[in-house]
Nanobody, 123 residues
Framework: QVQLVESGGGLVQAGGSLRLACAVS????????MSWFRQAPGKEREFVAA????????AYADSVKDRFTISRDNLKNTVYLQMYSLKPEDTAVYYC????????????????WGQGTQVTVSS
């Protein structure tokens, strides 16, 4: 079993920055591809960013490309999402997810999920 715990969400003004972290325990972290998804009220969960088990990739949704950066620290068993130039439309609950080896952009392909962390961007 793999446990994921997100942190770092909060309230920020438009144009500001936040860094989310997802701590992983339970299995060999370096074997897992890690991704971030988000879900806004009334909307479906959507892909944000992904990074492979060996840090290959990464991949980003067009809406966050050049503003968000995903990274991982295999010694700390943690994946990060650095978010810059935040916009009100980035407001959502952000979830990290894990699957073995290769990343995917479809949420249905991930077996393990965190509980989510709220990000609110005010205009």
């Amino acid at each position: 079993q793999v446990q994921l715990v997100e942190s770092g969400g909060g309230l920020v003004q438009a144009g500001g920055s936040l860094r989310l972290a997802c701590a992983v325990s339970g299995r060999t972290f370096s074997n897992y591809a890690m991704s971030w998804f988000r879900q806004a009220p009334g909307k479906e969960r959507e892909f944000v960013a992904a990074i492979g088990w060996s840090a290959n990739g990464p991949a980003y949704a067009d809406s966050v490309k050049d503003r968000f950066t995903i990274s991982r620290d295999n010694l700390k068993n943690t994946v990060y999402l650095q978010m810059y130039s935040l916009k009100p439309e980035d407001t959502a609950v952000y979830y990290c997810a894990a699957r073995l080896f290769r990343y995917a952009t479809n949420s249905h392909e991930y077996q393990y999920w965190g509980q989510g962390t709220q990000v609110t961007v005010s205009s």
